[in-house]
């Protein structure tokens, strides 16, 4: 029973855990995808979280990681853009509420 209760609370913990992805502009994302700087993605719904094969240079910091939005127009050209430069890419089904 303790295992269990710990178990919860560390996943608890770890959920609650703020994200180390950087918002970048949507423009930001694709000239480093076209510059086959993107590793992996993880898309829902219309947002895109992923990491970069070299890290990128924002201001004074250094971002490996990446979170950005596809615009509300969308993009039709983005997922063979993601697979010419072999982009590892994760769907996830958003959650719908009961």
Do not use: C
């Not at 250094?62 to 969308?74: D, H, N, R, W």
């Amino acid at each position: 029973m303790w295992l269990l209760v710990i178990s919860f609370v560390i996943y608890l913990w770890i959920d609650s855990a703020p994200s180390s992805h950087r918002a970048i502009a949507y423009s930001v994302f694709k000239q480093e995808l076209n510059s086959n700087n993107v590793q992996q993605v993880i898309i829902e719904n219309s947002q895109i979280k992923g990491s970069f094969r070299l890290p990128i240079s924002l201001g004074d910091n250094s971002e490996q990681t990446l979170k950005t939005s596809i615009p509300s127009f969308g993009d039709n050209t983005l997922l063979a853009l993601l697979e010419q430069n072999k982009v590892e890419i994760e769907s996830v089904s958003g959650s719908t509420p009961l």
